[in-house]
């Protein structure tokens, strides 16, 4: 008769371990795509900040010179924002602004409803397209 002891326990071992490689395997990839979310997620907040930056700029712009409308692109920390100045008629202006960091955009649409003395903002608005 053959002992067959040693190779249940070879059996044994090699598949615990075949387990264990595959939870190890799983929890990395796991760890690789929480890593990638939080990128992503913080390039999200720098691109909202710089849309923004871009909105403040168009208002500095408009302090300026009430009669201004135009484009403006600015390279800022790691991306860039644009915006765009229209006069919609009267003292009535509409500022859209994005910023984008990588692949990732943010874009805001402000309104504005006067000019002078001081400006009025009617809507500020994250939006999702222009």
Known sequence: MINNRGYIALISVLSISAVGLAIASALLILGIDSTKT????????????LAHTCSDLALDQIRANI???????????????TY?????GGSN??????????NIIRREKVLINQVSPTIGISSWLEVAIF
């Open 38 to 49: 939080s990128i992503n997620t913080y390039q999200g907040f720098e691109a909202k900040i």
């Open 67 to 81: 009669t201004y409308t135009g484009t403006s692109t600015q390279n800022l920390g790691n991306g860039s924002c």
């Open 84 to 88: 765009i100045v229209t006069n919609t």
């Open 93 to 102: 202006r509409e500022v859209l602004s994005s910023g984008a960091v990588n």
